[in-house]
């Protein structure tokens, strides 16, 4: 294909774009886009995978059958999650062992929030109203990105993450009403969640490499400040609530802006995380990696019949 | 195992939400066989009852058309006015037309 006749490819697309078309599998793409699409979407798929993991910690120590069923079914939903938008990604013609290969060998990204431990019962509380709540507010925004397969999966995540985060703020609210001990517990979860649960909105926008093109391909909606704002301002009437209050000296409503003002982010323990010198980033990955590596056997005993049956019916129809 | 790696296939995924609704398109998945792609189907796609009927089939048997081809595809159909109520010109007092 000539210059030209790809800057026009360009054109028609990106005013498809403009107009809220949607992209879909076969339709011509820069190379960009796809592998812009392939980078996030892949991220987005592993969160959901290595987020499985802190939470499933609970599952056998779960306080009651109640919460015990919805903490296994909300680590489900996670791995649906995964598994919806890694099929969306492999439509941009990259393979599920491609993906799997980059998230074990450290190559890909996956959320850094999931990289910090889960001490106590009220982290699991933290975690579905926090880093749940954050990831809503991420993602519902993503429901009307321009490709096809990931709208069309987010919309599918949307609608099941909503009970994650009340069953996470109800776990608070009931620690929060029990006694001193319980409610210092969810206290102290907060103190630990609050900081990377901001971070989880992703670096400042003078800082953000992608914002503007993610923008441009509506990839993006709304920049991460803007992001983080919103859920500083839905969250803290919400700790309001429980009654306990987030580690920031410097909080306070602004009456004039409407918003909530808040302190410095540590953006050092951030990169830190992102680079893997988190409390459990080696531990996440070596989980992840044995839990692929013992599971081979199966996988290939599940193959190894499927062919054997394959070869029983086509010896039947000779 | 031979030394190539044998990759459970790709299957796409068709749920019928109730009946009365056609099998729609729901995504895709990875299973050995056919048995498995259903029930990892009924596990991925329908946790909250969002269907009671699926069908799966393996992908590589689904031929598409190229949307580069569009034209030729679909354009055809575009001078076809003719095959609208709407091109006949009837006097409004003709009812129940």
């Known amino acids: 294909m000539s210059e030209k006749e790809v800057k026009n490819l360009e054109e ?18 820069p190379e960009k886009y796809r592998k812009t699409h392939i980078r996030q979407m892949s991220q987005h798929a592993h969160s959901e995978i290595v987020g499985m993991l802190p939470e499933g910690n609970w599952i056998t120590r779960a306080p009651s059958l109640r919460r015990k069923v919805a903490l296994l079914a909300k680590v489900q939903d996670e791995a649906g999650h995964g598994l919806y938008l890694y099929s969306a990604c492999e439509t941009l013609g990259v393979s599920r062992e491609e993906l799997y290969d980059q998230l ?39 429901c009307s990105t321009s490709y096809g397969p990931y709208a069309r ?56 490499v992608h914002t503007a093109q993610s923008m441009k391909w509506k990839l993006k ?24 209050t987030v580690p920031d000296p410097d909080l306070k409503w602004n009456e004039e802006t409407g918003h909530y003002d808040f302190g410095e982010i540590n953006w050092d323990e951030f990169w830190q995380v992102v680079k893997g010198q988190g409390p459990c980033n080696k531990e996440r990955l070596e989980t992840r990696v044995n839990a692929w590596e013992g599971g081979a056997w199966v996988r290939d005993a599940a193959m190894a019949y499927a062919e054997k049956q394959a070869a029983k019916k086509v010896q039947k129809a000779s | 195992m031979a030394d190539k790696k044998k990759n459970w296939p790709l299957w796409e995924v068709f749920v019928r939400s109730k009946n009365g609704l056609e099998h729609r398109h729901f995504g895709s998945l990875h299973a050995a066989d056919e048995d498995m792609a259903l029930e990892n189907a009924r596990d991925v ?43 006949y010109d009837l006097p409004d007092e003709v009812k129940h037309m």
């Open chain 1, 12 to 29: 028609i697309f990106e005013q498809k774009i403009a107009r809220d078309e949607k992209i879909e599998p076969k339709d011509w793409m």
């Open chain 1, 104 to 142: 074990h060998s450290g190559k890909a990204k996956y959320s850094s929030i999931f990289n910090y431990p889960t001490i106590t019962w009220a982290d699991i509380g933290a975690i579905g109203w926090l880093v749940d709540g954050a990831a809503i507010i991420n993602q519902v925004p993503l």
């Open chain 1, 153 to 208: 999966a987010m919309v599918r995540v949307c609608k099941e993450e909503s009970f994650h985060q009340r069953q996470g703020y109800e776990i608070m609210l009931t620690l929060c009403r029990g006694t001193e001990e319980q409610k210092q517990m969810a206290q102290d979860a907060l103190n630990r969640w609050w900081w990377p649960a901001l971070m989880m909105l992703g670096p400042t926008d003078d800082a953000s």
């Open chain 1, 221 to 244: 909606r709304k920049t991460n400040d803007e992001l983080r704002q919103q859920f500083i301002d839905q969250t803290i009437p919400q700790a309001d609530i429980l009654g306990i």
């Open chain 2, 45 to 87: 796609y329908t946790r909250r009852k969002e269907g009671v009927s699926i069908w799966v089939v393996e992908s590589k048997h689904i031929k598409a058309s190229n949307p580069d081809e569009n034209g030729e595809m679909f354009e055809p159909a575009e001078d076809k006015v003719y095959r609208h109520p709407t091109f």
